[in-house]
Nanobody
């Protein structure tokens, strides 16, 4: 059984930084990807960033490009999202997702396993 667990959310002032972590356990990946999505109140879940299990091909939403960095530590089976220069509009629940087949990185429905989410709040 696959488990996805995020951590690292919190409250930060605009311009500050946070680092989210996500551990995926229960399955060894040979293909597919891990991704971060976010959902603000009253809005749809949106793509933030994704990376292949190999650590190659990081992808970012235009809204976070240059400010956020996705990475993974294979030895720890952990995915990270380093968020710098945070803005109030980054406030949302952030979700880690995983899939083990090739699919579209940008579409939430293409991921099979999800964490419970971690709240990020950026004050102005």
């Amino acid at each position: 059984q696959v488990h996805v667990t995020e951590s690292g959310g919190g409250l930060v002032q605009a311009g500050g930084s946070l680092k989210l972590s996500c551990v995926v356990s229960g399955r060894t990946a040979r293909s597919g990807a891990m991704g971060w999505f976010r959902q603000a109140p009253g809005k749809e879940r949106e793509f933030v960033a994704a990376i292949a299990w190999s650590g190659d091909s990081p992808r970012y939403a235009d809204s976070v490009k240059g400010r956020f960095t996705i990475s993974r530590d294979n030895a720890k089976n952990t995915l990270y999202l380093q968020m710098n220069s945070l803005k109030p509009e980054d406030t949302a629940a952030y979700y880690c997702a995983a899939r083990f087949v090739a699919a579209n990185d940008y579409i939430a429905d293409q991921y099979d396993f999800w964490g419970q989410g971690t709240q990020v709040t950026v004050s102005s």
